[in-house]
């Protein structure tokens, strides 16, 4: 009998498709405007490579861009794409109506309802904030707080631990095949895939490591009122 439920965050609650890019091609948009010496396509282009470089969670991004084009981190460049990104990304930030429905339903009937996201600490908790759902949330697990990341077992074991609750009784949601499913699995949990489709390669892994009767797929998050 489930307990608890866990969520990932992104792509799963809230749809990020998308996203980032319109954000970022924003961002370089107004650092041109603001003396940014290349082309908006050229910024784009180069600022893909720092982030692929240096990864997404990093917080210089632009200073690194501005630094490459111009040769000096000029403050100003550097604050107009700050915060046009931020103003772009928070303004596309929307919560998907059954994803709120699902949240008040599993609270409304007395699951535990927790959250295990990768991810820097405060831009999660920034997320939930402008979303209006963390108090749904019993307790939320960042990969920051806690020193370990998914797919890795230990991220589910800390967060079933923090509720109380046992692998049995616990089940998780999310896009990710790797982070959110096997993850899940490796910690003795229930898994359901969402806003993706398993295919023949991820099913042969299911099958060799005897995880196929732990993971569902799942259309949509208001079928959990069906299942539950």
């Not at 631990?161 to 049995?168: F, I, K």
């Not at 099958?207 to 259309?219: A, K, Q, S």
Request: proline share 2%.
């Amino acid at each position: 009998m489930i307990r608890a439920v866990f969520f990932d965050m992104d792509d799963t609650l809230y749809d990020t498709s998308g996203f980032a890019a319109i954000a970022r091609r924003a961002a370089v948009k107004s650092m041109v405007h603001n003396g940014l010496k290349c082309t908006e396509d050229e910024g784009y282009a180069q600022l893909m490579e720092i982030i692929k470089e240096k990864g997404s969670n990093y917080s210089k991004h632009f200073n690194i861009l501005v630094e490459q084009i111009n040769g000096v981190e000029d403050p100003l460049i550097i604050v107009n794409g700050i915060i046009t990104y931020h103003n772009t990304k928070f303004a596309m930030l929307k919560l998907e109506p059954e994803s709120f429905s699902i949240l008040l339903y599993l609270k409304s009937q007395g699951y535990k309802v927790g959250l295990i996201t990768n991810g820097k600490e405060l831009k999660q908790w920034e997320k939930l904030v402008r979303l209006g759902v963390y108090p749904f949330f019993d307790d939320v697990v960042t990969s920051e707080s806690v020193g370990v990341e998914k797919p890795n077992p230990e991220i589910f074991n800390i967060a079933m631990e923090r509720l109380g609750v046992t692998a049995g009784t616990s089940l998780m949601i999310g896009n990710n095949f790797n982070a959110d499913i096997l993850g899940a699995c490796e910690a003795g949990m229930q898994a359901m895939l969402i806003n993706s489709r398993i295919t023949t390669e991820q099913q042969e892994v299911l099958d060799e490591l005897g995880y196929n009767h732990m993971v569902e797929e799942l259309n949509s998050l208001i079928d959990l009122m069906k299942i539950l």
